[in-house]
Every structure is written in structure tokens, then in C-alpha cells.
């Protein structure tokens, strides 16, 4: 296993997505590791036919001893050769669990890696309609749901199968009536033992999601732990707890209370047909019928046709759990992924940036249009600013030019080609996007930085770029600097320093189109006007869009797009509008009111 | 110092003469009872099963090879008695100390839950809640293991490998010899591996905790993942943790594969040993087939004692590490506790006075520094400023979340530590910024202010509030579910409930943090007027964010870096033209061009598809 080249064979999704039967699916994921399974299997029969061996041998070795005396080398033979199977029994025990073993991790270790993927292809529209919570279920605990049926389930009730048939045969060879006779209880045991698991897990569940209840409980009185001070509820609370706490306590000893009942009652139904069966043998050997070895085989081997028959109904109910988790993963796996690739046009370098809406129209759903036949163009290095209320489509508008999503009807052309024809891969290389709040990952300040940027850059270009973007000397003045870790286990930056960082971010990528959320949450007047020049020189020369939030951007804007409802409604240049009645005319106006409406409310109090 | 609250750092290493195992212990004392019980229990059962073998061994000796059908009978019958006598042992055994195991579980959440309810706030800000949670979830089920099955699983193991030895020292004491020999040998390996297992298990699900963390941000954070097309990075970066989850959980597996077919195999050699001397003696007449069945079955039998052993040794490390953990947590003593004398009150009405007080959490920078006010009973005062600037920490001391490292805060006359806490925290109304709602209907909620208000009451003080509409436009109306922290319901609404909330509690005292977030115009002026409601006739701290409630506070101190740098009211200090001046034009602009809707954008509308 070599670093440089994948660990494993790829899988092939189509296959595993196209088996009608949920095992075959199964088997089509651990593609390449179907011979190991094999062997596993091949030393799981060997292992049992070696167990098997060692209890009919010590029969005929009693037998021997018995009838003719062993003596000297023959018995020294003897006993080697009865060490030898147990020692073949578990090196084909181990040779079987390493293999089985093998499949479960390396498959599962692939199917991670491949939904990890899959998981991050997936469409725009995917993730904004997913719970994150409930794809993470999904891509660990499910898949582990499926580690343990490769490495356990299957094999394990392979292995209790094959131990009964294999021990059936080696008593009907001995005395087939006693044989038929031994596993009466058999079809009792696997009844009585589906049924308990069956009923084990649903009490498990309750008492786990009790302990989900409790969690919960516990964690708002924690985070509400002032309110419960303030009030001085700290009794009240108690009580509450106490009475969740209680309930769990209940479920715990039903859910104890079957485990009390299943294992003794087995027990019993498995010794009497032990006792029953060995006092048959028994009396077998006293009549004649069988040899004393054959009774010591027949003892050895019967424990192991019964005992195991227990556990298989939890193999059972845990396979059927397993074949359900495989259903919630093949949900995910069946989404279908963006194309990166798919182009019918590749420009040579750059683009340059001129970009045309014609009639655009866009709906999430069916029959809600969020765009309505939009039209206008810019030219390339324009600003175009978009103004308008929450859910009038600015956001829309932007998510469209890296093809987030695709128009449902018009169309948009960039340099004059239509951006359908563009790769999402390469229309993104050429998009930047601040957003307002932008998400950091937890890696360094220094990594974040070069986050996306798809080359080798020295510290130098970083410290330029934080410079511009007036984010160095906040980043100095943290305790590792540049190596400074984000999120939970480093510090936390503020809405305005990360999307600082993400304005540096964007300088080193140098994109050719910017998509721009112009918001400055509170900050100071020193810092805003940092940002605005870090802003400045990011939009100096490139196409810009702007989700507008301050006067300034707009006025200053080479195209106003004014959104109401998914339309246009006005769209020019500051002065234009300023002379047109509408929204763009009120809103300025208003700006100017809030100036005088302060002046006023200044004078009052001077004027006391 | 986040290290030590890092869940994947904690460490197992523990000082056994720290005394912590002798503590865990005691816990089971009011349960000696069931727990001696459950001891001679399992010891009866463990005997029964070495028991069995000494049985077979007289059932071929003098029943079928001496064919004597009539002793065989008789040993038969006695056989099935045992079976009985064991499966009621047993199942008391599994009842009594699995039962015992929830009592010790209910035991310790109750008791670490009653702890942390008494403990300061200032742990709670110090302390992460996961970490806390961690304590009170998943260590109590590790302590309530090991002094449940771990005890059991020892008892049981110690005295099946006794019981066995000893009937095989009456059987045969040179056959026996081999067999003693061989013991340690196949503890020891078991101890071995079994550690090294557990390890390797550990490992990776520390491995499994970064994966998932790593795969939650990469889901979160997709939007930025696709726009930057980092995905192929962030594929190699995630194979690099799932392929270490992959080593530590392929190691812990290959070794489990490897553990049980080695000692399997050690046992082979005592076997053929067996085997061979065993067999020269039958043939000599010295020993019976009985016996050599015997001690087959003992041989096989007894790996499964030395599994048990082998599997509590390995956790058991583990869990007293927990063990560890628990008892410093209910060791932790409240910062803030009465003092003795107290000075019993009804009523906190008064004048409230800073003298001289400062404040810094730990070692650190003062926060507070000498700051001194007196405020008449009854004025409202409106704390303005920066963020970290202090207002809330001054509000924290008021409420005695802290108390001043010097000086003294004196309500109504008298040093505020001469009161009972339960006292001045109930008089104290107070409304935070982001509300905390529980789980449960709004009735709950509000009834959370005064337990035993009625439901009249209730609704009374949500129409004060200015509650009462929003929450009849429920389905349910007062017994509308408010969501998990209250989600269901939005900021303004939350806030709303909350000042209902604190009028039900009539106190003397009003804190409230003003919301910055925006709420729409309406809900705005429901809050104004509930506030106007809590402030009439107490004694007010307000951090103020809204203008119309700064202009209307009898008092407005501008609090920067720990102190006072401009007090008055609003004229004052607006013709002073100095820091107030500023913050107010400033929030004019803001609150007006927020009212107009102006470039009204907050969130993203994607989301909203």
C-alpha cells in the first residue's frame, strides 16, 4: 500500500445503485475485495469442519484407548494431532475474522471517502434543502451500520449456519436419530430469540431516546443556566430533571428486566434438550448402541449445534437494521452530482467579463418564479449594484453566475456565449464572492486565507493581501499570527474581520468577475473606511456585482438594478434614476430625511 | 487551558492512591444488600458451572462406563437440579445488578445535576457545556459499568478459574499442575492484547470524531467549497483522516482477530500435554476417561473467565479516569455561597449603590474598575456604550452572578452579601438579550416567573406584556409548544414571553439586556410598552440599545473600558458633544435607514428556496 496511488479500487456506483436486491448492493460495495470475502467464507467452513474434527477425533481416541490401549508413539501422534486441529480450528478462526475484517474496513474506508465526495458534489439545491445533521447520520453511523454487517453479521451467522450443519452431519453420522432428536428445541430457540431481540431493540431505542431527552434537558439547563438563576429555579429544575431522570431509570429495568427473562429462560430450553439429548446418548452407549467415543464426540458437538442458535436472532434483527441504513445511504448516493466538467466552449485564458441577461427567469420550485424575465448588460469592469427588499431575488440573480443554479428559462450570456456553455469548473475559477459573513473553516488564519487559491503562495503575497485588505495588523496582534486556528479551538473573529479575510482571499485568487455582499455590520469608522478601500481595489477592474446595503456602492455603481418581486422595476445609472419617480427616488430620499431628521433632533436639545 | 477541556486529549492515566477508587466504592454502600446478593449469587452460578464438569465426569465414569442405568438416572436428575438452581441464580444475578446498574446511573446523574445547579456562573463561563454534558451523560454510565458488571465479571471470573482448579487439583492434582502452569501464561497474553485493543479502539473513535468533524464543516461551509472548487483538496484531506480512522479501526479488529485463536492455541499445548500424560495414565489405570474428559472441558471452558478478566482490566482504566473526572466536578464549590448572619428580606426596594467596586475574573485585567453610582429607588438608568466595555458585567454583579473582588454594592441600605442569593436573585427581574426559553407551552414558560401563579395570572401579565395577541393567534394559544430553546417563536416573540415572564415575578428590581437585532416595527413597540410595565416603580438597569429608551432613562452612564466616562441625561449630554453625542447620531442613522428599510438585507435569501 503505497502513498502516491489510491489504497483501493473504485467503486462502481452504478452497479451497486442498479442491484434490484438490497444484499446484491451489498456485495457490489465490497468490489475488490469479493476473493477476501471468499476466503473468509472458505476458512470459516474450514475452522468449523476443524472444530468438528477435534470432538469426532477425541471419540475415536477414547474408542482406541478403550478397545485396544494407546500406547507410546501412537498416542504421542494422538495428541499432537489433536493439538493440530485446534491450533488449524483457530488459525483458520483468525484467518477468516482478519478477512472478513479486511472487506469491512477497506469497503467502508472507500464508501466514506466516495460519499464524502458525493456529499460535496451534490447539487446547490440539494444542500439547501437538507438537514446537515441528517446527511451526517447517514455518511458515519449508517455506514458504520455496514462495517459491522460485513465484518460481523454476515459472517457471523455464515458462521453459526455452517457450525450447525457442519455439527449435524458429524452426529447423524454417529446416530442420526440421536441427531433429529437433539435439535427439537431448535426452531423454539430461533423463535423465541427473534422475537426478544426483535422486542430488546425497540426497548433499547426508547431507552436511548430517553437519554436523548435527558441530554437535552440537561443542555438547556446549562445554557439557560442564568434564567434558571435569575428566577432562583434551581429546585424547580431539579425536579424537572429528576423526573426525566426517573423515567430513564424505568426504561432501563424494563429493557434489563428482558434481559433477566431471555438469557435464563434459553438457558433452560437449551439445557433441557442438552440433558435430554446426552441422556438419550447415554443410555445409547449402556444399550450398546453407541461407543463411549462417540458419546464424548456427541457431547463436545452438541453444545455447539444448540448454544449459538441464541445469538442468531440478534444477527438477524441486526442485518435487517443494516439493510435499512443501506437504503438511507443509497438516498444520498442516488442524488445526482453537479457536473464540474461538461463544456461545449473553453475559452483561451481569461475571461474578459462583459455579461448579458436576457430574459431571465429562474424558479426553485415549480410555478414561483423568483427572477421574472429579467434583461440588462453590463459591460466587462462595470458595477452593477442590486437593490431591493429581502427575497426580491438579488441573491438569486448572483447564485446563477457560477451556475449554483441553472436558469429555468432566458438566458445569460457571458462574452457572449452562453454561460450554459462554460464549465462549472471554469466559470467558478473566474467568479470571487464575498459574502457578508463569509464561513471560515477551522484551520489556520493562514490557510483560510489561501483557501481555494489553486497555488503555491508565499508568505509575502499573504501579507499583502491581509495589508489591503486591513486585516494584517488584526492578525498580528493574535498570539500565533498567521497560524492562529479559527472556530472552537482558536479565536473567534468578528462578521467584519472574517469577511476582511475573505476580501484577502480574493485578491490572491484575482478573479475576473466579484460578487460583492457590501454590508459593514458595526464596526468603526476607522475600520469602515478601511474596508472600504480594501473593497475599492478588490472591485478596481473587474466585473462587480454588489448586494447592495450603503448609499456609497450605489451611487458610485455604473448600473443600478432595482429588484422588486423578481423583477426589474428600475435599472440605470444614479443620476437617471434619481430624476425617475420610483423606489430608487424614495429610498434616496429618505436617506436624506434621516439627515435632516437628525439635525432637527440635535438642534431641539440645543435649543433647550 | 482549553486542553484540559479537549475530550480527546483527556487522559487515562490515573493515580490509584488518589483514593478515587476507594470514593467509587462507597457509592455502592446503601446497596451493600443487593450487591452481596449479587456476589455470593454470581459465585454460586460460577461454582455451578465448574461444577458440571466434575457431574459429566461421574455420568461417564460411573454411569455408562460402569453401566449402571439406575446411578445414571440419579446423576441426570441431579444435573437437571443444578440447571434449575443455576438459572435462577442467574436470573436474580442479571436482574439485581442490572437493575442496580440503572440505580447507580439515576444515582449519579441526580446527584451531579443537584451540584451543578448550585454552582456559580462563573464556572459556567469557564467551563465548556459539552464538557459538563460529557460528565453527566457518558462518564456516569462508565462508573455505573464498572461497579456493576465489572465488579460482577471479576467476582465471576476469579472464582470459575478457583473452582475449576480446585476440582481439578481433586481430580488429578499432576494432570492439574499443567493446566496451573499454563494459566498465568494465558492471563497475561489476554491482559496484553486486550489493552492493546482497547487502545487501538480508543484511537479510533477519536479518529471517527475528527472524520465527522471534518465532514460537518465540509457540509456547512459547501456554499464556500464550491464557489473556491476546493473540492478535490478537501477529498485528499479527508482521506488523510478517514485513513486513519481506517489504521486505528483496522488495528483494534486485527488484533481482536489474532487475541482469541492465540490463546486458543496456548491452551492447544496444555491440551496435547494433557492429551499425552493423561493418556498414559488411563492406559496405566491410574486415571478414568472421566477425568480426561474433565479436564478437556475445563481447558476449553476456562478461556472464557480469563476474556472476562482480561476485558474489565482494560476498561477499567478508562473508567476510573471518568471516575476522576465526576468527583472533581461535585468537588467544585460555588464561588458565591452565603455568608454567614444573614439578614432575612421581603423586599429589595431601596436605593442600590456601587461603592469603590472592582472586578476581574481570575487573575485578569481588572474589567471593573472603581466604579461608584448611586441610584435612587425607582429611577431607571440606561448603561450605553461599546461592547466590551462592561455594561454587562455590572448588571452580573447586580444580580450577585459575581460579586465585586472590592468594594461593596449596598440595595436598600445594606451590603448585598448580608442577604440570602436565592433572595436577591428572585427580587432581580431579569431579561437578556438573546431570551432563553425551555422546552414546553408558553404557559410553562411564563409560569417560570411565578410557580405557583394561576392561570389567570398568567394571561394577566402576558396582556401587561403585551403578549396576550400573538400568543391567542396560536392554534394551541397558551399551550402552543415553544420549541427546543424556544425556536418556534421568533427573537421578538421570545422576548415578549420573556418580559412577561419576569412581570409575573414582581420584583423589586428590573436588569434588562435590550435586543440589537432587529424586530419589526409592530413587535418593537409591544416590547416598549411591556418595559414601560416592568420599569414603573422599580429601580431599572437597562443596556440600552434602543434611542427611545435611553432618552427616556432618568440616568444614562456611558460605560467604556471598565468605567464611567460620561453620566447625565439625555440633554446634557447631547449638548456636551462627546462620546454620547457621537454613539447617538450614530444609532439615529442606523435605527432610522433599519425603520425605512432601507437596503433591508439580512440574510441571505437563498435559503429561503
Known amino acids: 500500500m503505497s502513498k502516491q496511488k489510491e489504497p483501493y479500487i473504485p467503486l462502481d456506483m452504478p452497479r451497486v445503485l442498479g442491484s434490484k436486491n438490497k444484499l446484491l448492493s451489498l456485495w457490489h460495495l465490497m468490489r475488490g475485495y469479493h476473493f477476501h470475502y471468499l476466503v473468509s467464507t472458505v476458512f470459516l467452513a474450514l475452522a468449523a469442519f476443524a472444530r468438528t474434527g477435534m470432538y469426532v477425533f477425541l471419540g475415536t481416541f477414547i474408542d482406541r484407548m478403550m478397545n485396544e490401549g494407546l500406547m507410546g508413539p501412537e498416542l504421542t501422534l494422538s495428541a499432537l494431532t489433536f493439538g493440530s486441529l485446534i491450533a488449524l480450528q483457530a488459525l483458520s478462526s483468525f484467518m477468516s475474522s482478519w478477512m472478513a475484517n479486511f472487506t469491512a474496513e477497506n469497503s467502508t474506508r472507500r464508501l466514506r471517502d466516495y460519499l464524502f465526495d458525493h456529499i460535496q458534489r451534490l447539487s446547490y439545491s440539494y444542500h439547501s434543502e437538507s438537514k446537515t445533521g441528517d446527511l451526517l447520520e447517514r455518511a458515519t453511523s449508517d455506514v458504520d451500520t455496514l462495517r459491522r454487517f460485513f465484518a460481523e453479521q454476515a459472517i457471523g451467522v455464515g458462521r453459526i449456519v455452517m457450525i450447525f450443519i457442519i455439527s449435524f452431519i458429524a452426529i447423524a453420522r454417529i446416530n442420526l436419530r440421536l441427531a433429529l432428536f437433539s435439535i427439537i428445541i431448535i426452531p423454539i430457540v430461533l423463535a423465541i430469540s427473534i422475537v426478544f431481540f426483535k422486542r430488546l431493540s425497540k426497548a433499547y431505542e426508547a431507552y436511548q431516546e430517553q437519554g436523548a431527552v435527558l441530554t437535552t434537558d440537561l443542555q438547556e439547563n446549562l445554557s439557560g443556566v442564568r434564567v434558571v438563576k435569575a428566577f432562583a429555579r434551581q429546585d424547580y429544575e431539579i425536579e424537572k430533571f429528576d423526573k426525566e431522570n426517573a423515567e430513564k431509570f424505568r426504561l432501563g429495568r424494563k429493557f434489563n428486566w428482558m434481559h433477566a427473562l431471555f438469557w435464563p429462560l434459553s438457558d433452560i430450553i437449551c439445557s433441557a434438550q442438552t440433558i435430554g439429548s446426552n441422556f438419550y446418548a447415554a443410555t445409547m452407549v449402556i444399550n450398546g448402541v453407541m461407543t463411549l467415543g462417540d458419546f464424548i464426540s456427541f457431547h463436545g458437538l452438541l453444545g455447539w449445534l444448540i448454544w449459538p442458535i441464541r445469538n442468531l436472532g440478534r444477527l438477524i434483527i441486526d442485518t435487517s437494521r443494516a439493510l435499512v441504513s443501506f437504503g438511507r445511504i443509497s438516498v444520498v448516493l442516488q442524488a445526482p452530482e453537479e457536473d464540474m466538467t461538461a463544456a461545449t466552449y473553453q475559452p483561451e485564458g481569461a475571461i474578459k467579463g462583459q455579461i ?61 456565449v452562453n454561460l450554459n456553455e462554460y464549465s ?21 488564519i493562514r490557510d483560510n486565507i489561501t483557501y481555494g487559491v489553486h497555488r503555491e503562495v508565499s508568505q509575502e503575497e499573504i501579507e ?17 499570527g498567521y497560524d492562529t486556528l479559527v472556530g472552537e479551538r482558536g479565536v473567534t473573529l468578528s462578521g467584519g474581520q472574517k469577511q476582511r479575510l475573505a476580501i484577502a482571499r480574493t485578491l490572491l485568487i484575482n478573479p475576473r468577475i466579484l460578487i460583492l455582499d457590501d454590508s459593514t455590520s458595526s464596526v468603526d469608522m476607522e475600520t469602515e473606511v478601511q474596508i472600504r478601500a480594501a473593497l475599492d481595489s478588490l472591485m478596481n ?54 439627515d435632516s431628521a437628525l439635525q432637527e433632533e440635535i438642534d431641539r436639545v440645543e435649543s433647550i | 487551558m482549553l486542553n484540559q477541556y479537549n475530550e480527546e486529549e483527556l487522559d487515562d492515566v490515573v493515580d490509584l492512591k488518589s483514593g478515587v477508587v476507594g470514593r467509587l466504592m462507597r457509592a455502592l454502600k446503601p446497596y451493600w444488600p443487593q450487591m452481596l446478593l449479587a456476589i455470593i449469587g454470581i459465585a454460586s452460578v460460577s461454582y455451578m458451572d465448574a461444577y458440571y464438569t466434575v457431574l459429566n465426569k461421574r455420568i461417564i465414569d460411573e454411569g455408562i462406563v460402569a453401566r449402571n442405568l439406575p446411578v445414571m438416572i440419579g446423576l441426570f436428575r441431579n444435573y437437571a437440579v443444578v440447571v434449575l438452581a443455576q438459572t435462577v441464580g442467574f436470573f436474580l444475578m442479571i436482574f439485581i445488578i442490572g437493575r442496580l446498574g440503572e440505580q447507580l446511573r439515576y444515582d449519579f446523574r441526580k446527584k451531579l445535576f443537584h451540584h451543578l445547579q448550585n454552582l456559580s456562573l462563573s464556572y459556567f463561563s469557564k467551563t465548556p457545556l459539552g464538557w459538563i454534558m460529557s460528565r453527566v451523560t457518558s462518564d456516569t454510565e462508565k462508573m455505573a459499568d464498572l461497579l456493576t458488571w465489572g465488579v460482577l465479571d471479576t467476582v465471576w471470573a476469579v472464582t470459575n478459574i478457583s473452582f475449576a482448579v480446585f476440582f481439578m487439583l481433586q481430580l488429578n492434582a499432576a494432570l492439574a499442575v499443567i493446566v496451573i502452569i499454563s494459566l498465568p501464561v494465558m492471563i497475561f497474553v489476554s491482559f496484553k492484547f486486550r489493552v492493546k485493543i482497547y487502545h487501538h479502539y480508543r484511537q479510533s473513535r477519536k479518529a471517527n470524531s475528527k472524520m465527522t468533524a471534518s465532514l460537518n464543516e465540509n457540509i456547512t461551509g459547501v456554499r464556500i467549497v464550491k464557489a473556491l472548487r476546493r473540492e478535490a483538496k478537501n477529498l485528499d484531506d479527508f482521506k488523510v483522516l478517514s485513513t486513519n480512522m481506517y489504521q486505528e479501526s483496522y488495528r483494534a479488529v486485527l488484533l481482536s482477530a489474532i487475541y482469541l485463536p492465540t490463546i486458543q492455541t496456548i491452551s492447544a499445548i496444555s491440551l496435547v500435554l494433557i492429551l499425552w500424560r493423561g493418556g498414559l495414565q488411563v492406559a496405566g489405570g491410574a486415571i478414568t476417561i472421566g477425568v480426561l474428559q474433565a479436564f478437556i472441558s475445563y481447558i476449553m471452558m476456562i478461556l472464557w473467565p480469563i476474556q472476562d478478566l482480561a476485558r474489565v482490566y482494560a476498561e477499567m482504566q478508562n473508567a476510573i ?29 431601596g436605593d442600590v449603590e456601587f461603592e469603590d467596586v472592582s472586578f476581574h475574573y481570575e487573575d485578569d485585567e481588572p474589567v471593573i474598575k472603581n466604579l461608584s453610582f448611586h441610584i435612587p429607588q425607582g429611577q431607571t438608568v440606561a448603561l450605553v456604550g461599546t461592547t466590551g466595555g462592561g455594561k454587562t458585567t455590572i448588571v452580573n454583579l447586580l444580580c450577585r452572578f459575581y460579586e465585586p473582588s472590592s468594594g461593596v454594592i449596598r440595595i436598600a441600605g445594606h451590603d448585598y452579601t448580608q442577604y440570602p442569593l436565592e433572595d436577591i436573585q428572585s427580587r432581580i427581574g431579569v431579561v437578556l438579550q438573546v431570551p432563553h426559553l425551555f422546552s414546553g407551552s408558553i404557559r410553562d414558560n411564563l409560569r417560570y416567573g411565578r410557580l405557583d401563579a394561576s392561570d389567570e395570572e398568567i394571561e394577566q401579565a402576558a396582556k401587561l406584556a403585551g403578549a396576550h395577541d400573538f400568543i391567542t393567534s396560536f392554534e394551541k394559544a397558551y399551550d402552543q409548544d415553544v420549541g427546543e430553546g424556544g425556536n418556534q417563536l421568533s427573537v421578538g416573540q421570545k422576548q415578549l414571553v420573556s418580559i412577561a ?57 456611558v460605560i467604556e473600558d471598565g468605567q464611567i466616562i460620561e453620566k447625565g441625561n439625555h440633554k446634557s449630554l447631547m449638548r456636551n458633544k462627546g462620546h454620547y453625542y457621537n454613539l447617538y447620531t450614530k444609532q439615529f442613522r442606523h435605527d432610522l435607514e433599519t425603520k425605512y428599510d432601507l437596503f433591508a438585507d439580512q440574510e441571505p435569501d437563498a435559503s429561503a428556496a
Open chain 2, 501 to 557: 415572564r419576569a412581570l409575573l415575578a414582581e420584583p423589586d428590581i428590573f436588569v434588562m439586556d435590550e435586543a440589537t437585532s432587529s424586530v419589526d416595527t409592530l413587535t418593537e413597540a409591544l416590547i416598549q410598552k411591556g418595559m414601560h410595565q416592568l420599569m414603573s416603580g422599580r429601580t431599572s438597569f437597562i443596556i440600552a440599545h434602543r434611542l427611545s429608551t435611553i432618552k427616556s432613562a432618568d440616568l444614562i452612564m
Open chain 2, 321 to 349: 479516569a471518568s471516575s476522576e473526572r465526576v468527583f472533581s466536578l461535585l468537588d467544585m464549590q460555588p464561588e458565591i455561597r452565603n455568608r454567614e448572619n444573614l439578614l432575612p428580606v421581603d423586599s429589595l426596594a
Open chain 1, 464 to 480: 499583502e493581501a491581509a495589508r489591503e485588505a486591513a486585516i494584517h495588523e488584526v492578525i498580528l496582534g493574535f498570539k500565533n
Open chain 1, 424 to 444: 462549472r469548473e471554469f466559470l467558478r475559477s473566474q467568479i470571487g464572492i464575498v459574502e457578508q459573513e463569509p464561513f471560515l473553516f477551522s484551520c489556520s
Open chain 1, 541 to 594: 477592474n473587474r466585473t462587480t456585482f454588489i448586494i447592495a446595503h450603503r448609499i456609497q456602492s450605489i451611487m458610485n455603481a455604473d448600473l443600478i438594478l432595482v429588484f422588486d418581486k423578481g423583477k426589474i422595476v428600475q435599472m440605470g445609472e444614479h443620476e437617471v434614476l434619481l430624476n425617475q419617480d420610483g423606489i430608487y427616488k424614495d429610498i434616496y430620499d429618505i436617506q436624506a430625511r434621516i
Open chain 1, 356 to 416: 448579458c441577461f436576457d430574459q431571465v427567469s429562474f424558479a426553485y420550485e415549480k410555478d414561483y418564479l423568483v427572477l421574472d424575465d429579467v434583461s440588462f448588460a453590463c459591460e466587462a469592469g462595470q458595477v452593477v449594484a442590486l437593490l431591493g427588499s429581502t427575497g426580491s431575488g438579488k441573491t438569486s440573480l448572483v447564485n446563477l453566475l457560477p451556475r449554483f443554479y441553472d436558469v429555468t428559462s432566458g438566458q445569460i450570456l457571458l462574452d457572449g
